[in-house]
C-alpha cells in the first residue's frame, strides 16, 4: 500500500550541529521527492526536492540524499539554527500521476540553544 | 500577496452542522487541493481538482463536497460535521506535472482549524 515514513519522531540537536531527518518509502515507482517544512500554525513550506535520477541535491545548507535501493531519503540540515525547529515532512510522486503528493508522518525537530 | 488564501482560519461548531471553508490561489496554477491533517501532524489527501475538474477522491464521506468555480479557487463545504472531522485542513495548489518541467511541488496555504464540538 502507499505508505511514505515513519511513526512521528523526534530529534533534538544543539544548535550549530548538523542535523539527519531520515524518511523510508513504499512505492518503487516513485520519481520525485521533496521535503516540507512546517512550523506551529503555518501551512507546510518546500525546501528541497530531488527526482529519483539523482542520489544527492544541495540547496542553502540543506542536502537531501535518495538512496532508490533501499527507498531511503534524508534531510541533512548543517549548523542548525532555532529557526529550524519545526516538523519535518517527505513526500512522494509519481511523475506520470495524477498530481498526487504522498505525505510520510514527519519528524519534529528541536534545536537546543 | 499571499499566494495561496484559505478562510477561515479558526471554525468552530457543533456536531450535525454545515460548514464551508475557502481557498484561492494567485499562483496560476491549474491544480488544486485539499489535505486533512489530524492531532498526530499526519497529512493526507482528500481531493484534487484540475482546470475545475475532480481528478482525485480519496473514499472521503460523502458528506464532504468540493467546488471548484474556477480554476483559482477551491471551496469545501462540510455537511452534519461530526467529532472526528476536527482536524487541520490545508488547500493548497501546484502548477502540475502537465509538462516535463513541472514538478508536484505543492504550495499551502496556511490551513483552516476545524473543532467540531
Known amino acids: 500500500g502507499e505508505s511514505v515514513g515513519l511513526h512521528l519522531p523526534t530529534l533534538s540537536v544543539q544548535e550549530g550541529d548538523n542535523s539527519i531527518i531520515n524518511c523510508a518509502y513504499s512505492?518503487?515507482?516513485?520519481?520525485?521527492f521533496i521535503w516540507y517544512k512546517q512550523e506551529s500554525g503555518k501551512g507546510p513550506q518546500f525546501i528541497i526536492d530531488?527526482?529519483?535520477?539523482?542520489d544527492k541535491r544541495q540547496g542553502q545548507r540543506v542536502t537531501v540524499l535518495l538512496n532508490k535501493t533501499v527507498k531511503h531519503l534524508s534531510l541533512q540540515i548543517a549548523a542548525t539554527q532555532p529557526g529550524d525547529s519545526a516538523v519535518y515532512f517527505c513526500?512522494?510522486?509519481?511523475?506520470?500521476?495524477?498530481?498526487?503528493?504522498?505525505f510520510g508522518s514527519g519528524t519534529r525537530l528541536l534545536v537546543r540553544p | 500577496d499571499t499566494a495561496v488564501s484559505q478562510t477561515p482560519k479558526y471554525l468552530v461548531t457543533q456536531m450535525g452542522n454545515d460548514k464551508s471553508i475557502k481557498c484561492e490561489q494567485n499562483?496560476?496554477?491549474?491544480?488544486m487541493y485539499w489535505y486533512k491533517q489530524d492531532s498526530k501532524k499526519f497529512l493526507k489527501i482528500m481531493f484534487s481538482?484540475?482546470?475545475?475538474?475532480?481528478?482525485i477522491n480519496e473514499t472521503v464521506p460523502n458528506r464532504f463536497s468540493p467546488k471548484s468555480p474556477d480554476k483559482a479557487h477551491l471551496n469545501l463545504h462540510i455537511n452534519s460535521l461530526e467529532l472526528g472531522d476536527s482536524a487541520v485542513y490545508f488547500c493548497?495548489?501546484?502548477?502540475?506535472?502537465?509538462?516535463?518541467?513541472?514538478?508536484?511541488?505543492?504550495?499551502f496555504g496556511e490551513g483552516s482549524r476545524l473543532t467540531v464540538l
Open positions: 512505492n518503487s515507482a516513485s520519481d520525485y
Open positions: 493548497a495548489s501546484s502548477q502540475g506535472p502537465s509538462r516535463a518541467e513541472d514538478t508536484g511541488e505543492l504550495f
Open positions: 481538482y484540475n482546470n475545475k475538474e475532480l481528478i
Open positions: 530531488i527526482r529519483s535520477n539523482m
Open positions: 499562483l496560476g496554477h491549474d491544480t
Open positions: 513526500a512522494e510522486n509519481l511523475m506520470d500521476s495524477s498530481y498526487k503528493l504522498i
